[in-house]
């Protein structure tokens, strides 16, 4: 089985053998289904797949909100490092459960990459920018994360941008722009997160990682299952993020001590990892497998709705018109650069 294709070997023998007797009508068994050296197509987004889209968008749109009440508390790496192995021991659990391959050994040096860029450096940035930014800005700028995969995508295919991609390109930038104006951003006061456009960056290389772990996925783990895929990135992402945050502790608290750990703080970190993360990144790697990675990064342009929704709802922030401005431009333009015409597209064989 590869890429989600359930071989039937009887059906296929009938048709293999329908076939060596040229008949003109092909079985009903034999319609529709893939079989040996019969390319799969990725691409087609059907009603589910969009369903999954608006449940991924409305999940990661809440996970700011579990970033901003975890974050002060417990600090960047303690946020992430929780995060990423809780997620890693369900995984882990669901993958023995299932009975599926654990990854090889070949396999590590690309899941230790996977792992550093989809896990620790998002995670990292994005728990120091929460220190600062209100959970519905942060959604916005996480927008940008399709703009990053189109770009992406064209430095891997080496293939020219057209001048609407461009103009795309140079709206999402000026959504951005808008966003960070003087102003614009709401900053929390007290915190360590710092001001100005420092956060607002940190959150452009969360997205960017994002971006390119995605087209890395595509291309050296596609052999993985998605469970296989999501565990085995977070056991990694555990392993380098476990150490420091136990020696680091909470940083938010005078006493740095786990145990004085707010219950508010732990079940935040708890969502995050088991929602947000375990379940959300099995979903997501399976919408690559069926969409291909462009596709399925297009969840970032519902993320804002709800992010600014929880915000708004559970944080009392603010919605002003700069941050549904610069929403909607962002939108667009990754819109216009998703225009762009598509490399031939990516198949899948059963071996």
């Keep these: 089985m590869s890429g989600g294709i359930v071989w039937r070997p009887s059906r296929f023998r009938h048709c293999r053998e329908q076939d060596r007797g040229h008949m003109r009508h092909t079985p009903r068994g034999c319609r529709g289904r893939v079989t040996v050296g019969e390319p799969r197509i990725i691409g087609q987004m059907k009603p589910r797949d969009m369903l999954t889209l608006i449940a991924l968008a409305a999940v990661w749109g809440a996970s700011f909100l579990f970033l901003r009440v975890a974050a002060p508390v417990v600090g960047p790496v303690g946020v992430a490092a929780a995060r990423v192995s809780l997620a890693a021991v369900l995984l882990g659990l669901a993958l023995l459960a299932t009975r599926q391959a654990v990854p090889s050994r070949h396999s590590w040096p690309d899941l230790m990459v996977s792992a550093l860029l989809s896990c620790v450096l998002p995670a990292l940035c994005l728990g120091q920018a929460a220190l600062s930014l209100p959970a519905g800005m942060m959604s916005i700028l996480n927008a940008t994360t399709p703009l990053w995969g189109v770009m992406v995508g064209w430095i891997w295919s080496r293939q020219a941008p057209s001048r609407v991609v461009v103009g795309g390109m140079l709206a999402g930038l000026l959504g951005v722009g808008i966003l960070t104006g003087p102003g614009h951003i709401a900053y929390t006061p007290t915190s360590a ?22 087209h890395h996925a595509r291309r050296r783990l596609q052999h993985l299952s998605p469970l296989a895929l999501c565990a085995g990135t977070m056991v990694l992402a555990s392993a380098c993020l476990l150490g420091p945050a136990w020696f680091i502790g909470p940083a938010g608290l005078p006493s740095g001590h786990w145990s004085d750990v707010p219950a508010a703080a732990w079940g935040a970190m708890f969502a995050l990892g088991a929602v947000c993360t375990a379940l959300a990144y099995t979903v997501f790697f399976q919408l690559i497998q069926r969409l291909g990675p462009t596709p399925a990064l297009t969840v970032t342009f519902l993320i804002p709705v709800f992010g600014m929704l929880w915000g708004a709802l559970f944080l009392s922030e603010t919605i002003t018109p700069p941050m549904l401005l610069g929403t909607a431009i962002i939108a667009w333009g990754t819109w216009q650069s998703a225009r762009a015409p598509a490399s031939p597209p990516a198949v899948h064989q059963v071996t």
């Design 193 to 214: 997160g710092g001001s100005g456009v420092g956060p607002v960056l940190l959150i452009l290389v969360a997205t960017l990682s994002y971006a390119i772990s995605v």
